[in-house]
């Protein structure tokens, strides 16, 4: 049974940083795409991050590029998520999620949002105050 489970989450300043990590078992990730997602309160969710299974190939919602690192360490079976200079707007819930499609096609229908990932945690709150 696939799990997945984040932790990191928190309260912290506008400039501040947070690291999200999510932690996975019951699948064989290494050769997985791996990615961020986030709800902010009444709105829907969306794209943050992905990595693909060797994570030489990372991809960014526009609006986190230059400020969030997706990182992937495959032999604990681990993402993170770098988020620097937080701001208000990036006050969410964020949810790791994995997909043993990890080819180039599928990735980037998940960035365009016409593709979702297969497994999902139950999500880490970060809350950014100005």
């Known amino acids: 049974q696939v799990q997945l489970v984040e932790s990191g989450g928190g309260l912290v300043q506008a400039g501040g940083s947070l690291r999200l990590s999510c932690a996975a078992s019951g699948g064989a990730f290494d050769t997985w795409a791996m990615g961020w997602f986030r709800q902010a309160p009444g709105k829907e969710r969306e794209f943050v991050a992905v990595?693909?299974?060797?994570?030489?190939?990372?991809y960014y919602t526009d609006s986190v590029k230059g400020r969030f690192t997706i990182s992937r360490d495959n032999a604990a079976n681990t993402v993170r998520l770098q988020m620097n200079n937080l701001k208000p707007d990036d006050t969410a819930v964020y949810y790791c999620a994995a997909d043993p499609r990890s080819g180039g096609p599928f990735i980037g229908a998940v960035v365009r949002g016409t593709r979702d990932m297969g497994y999902w945690g139950k999500g880490t709150l970060v809350t950014v105050s100005s």
């Open positions: 990595v693909n299974w060797s994570g030489e190939d990372t």
